[in-house]
């Protein structure tokens, strides 16, 4: 199911459906959210890097940083998260912070 929500929140991303892409890792993140683990933070912090680009869309930039500044907090999990969905989770890394750099250096 990870794989699939993945897959379904960098389409929306790509079609700058950052609400939807939210909602798309939520649905994974909800069920799990009491969860202390590292990866369940993690998620979260892609759900926050959607929100991110969400308030960029708004107009909403100094918002936009604090969250960002979230994810970025989140991202550094990256580096303890034990699970057979690390690479997918590096690869979304990877291609939120391209995304970021274009909307923020744009």
Known sequence: MINKKIDEYIECI???RYYDAHEALEEVWFPRRF??????KLIKGFINASVSFELIKLG????????????LKHRQLLFK????????YYQLSRYIE?????????
């Open 98 to 106: 391209e995304i970021n750099l274009n909307k923020t250096h744009s």
């Open 81 to 88: 998260v034990e699970s057979p969905y690390l690479n997918r």
């Open 35 to 40: 969860e202390k683990s590292h990866e369940v």
């Open 60 to 71: 909403r930039i100094p918002q936009s940083k604090k969250v960002w500044a979230t994810y």
């Open 14 to 16: 790509q079609e700058h």
